[in-house]
């Protein structure tokens, strides 16, 4: 599954644990959770360990990582009654889930079923996927989606940032930089294959 999917995978988990504890807080915790394993694992184990074990579901993939937020999540809620941490853990959970990481249990139950595999990907492996990550249209649709939901979400906020920025010189100045950054984009759409 690919790295926007899991952020709307994860929105919508926030969405429902902010109904729940009146937070909405926990809203970008539950996205943060659901990107965390890939965000971590990709590049850890496929350029800071590439020579190595180079596989990009180590660590944060696994049930053992997940547990200690966990744990450390009921800790939280038994002194401080706050479930910040559960709003990670359960992105998180979604995260391996959607992954299916049940089929690959030496990596999800790691380290008790013996050492990570090593999977021997092409050397520029990590940078390709990122590139072919960008060109899905769904990846787009997926950013366009968890855009509009954030901000429909934190409407008051973001109409009182807008209203800030308006009246400030610096509004043409991000104006610029966006119109420069939507050039970039499409200049760059058109050189993937």
């Given at each position: 599954m690919y790295l926007l999917a899991h952020a709307m995978v994860?929105?919508?988990?926030?969405?429902?644990?902010?109904?729940?504890?009146?937070?909405?807080?926990?809203?970008?915790?539950?996205?943060?959770?659901?990107?965390?394993?890939?965000?971590?694992?990709?590049?850890?184990?496929?350029?800071?360990?590439?020579?190595?074990?180079?596989?990009?579901?180590?660590?944060?993939?696994?049930?053992?990582?997940?547990f200690l937020v966990v744990i450390a999540g009921l800790i939280l809620y038994y002194y401080r009654r706050r479930i910040e941490l559960f709003a990670v853990a359960a992105g998180m959970a979604s995260h391996q889930f959607f992954d299916g990481m049940w089929r690959h249990p030496v990596e999800w139950f790691w380290p008790f079923l013996g050492p990570l595999p090593s999977h021997g990907y092409p050397e520029d492996y990590f940078w390709e996927s990122v590139l072919r990550e960008l060109a899905q249209p769904s990846e787009w649709l997926f950013f366009l989606l968890i855009a509009g939901l954030f901000a429909y979400i934190y409407r008051r906020e973001l109409t009182t940032a807008l209203t800030r920025l308006a009246n400030t010189s610096l509004s043409l100045a991000l104006a610029a930089l966006g119109l420069v950054v939507l050039a970039a984009l499409t200049v760059g759409w058109r050189l993937l294959p």
């Open positions: 994860g929105l919508l988990i926030g969405v429902v644990l902010a109904a729940i504890a009146g937070d909405r807080r926990v809203l970008a915790l539950a996205v943060l959770g659901a990107v965390l394993p890939d965000l971590i694992d990709k590049p850890l184990g496929h350029i800071l360990l590439a020579g190595t074990v180079d596989y990009g579901r180590i660590y944060f993939h696994g049930l053992t990582i997940l």
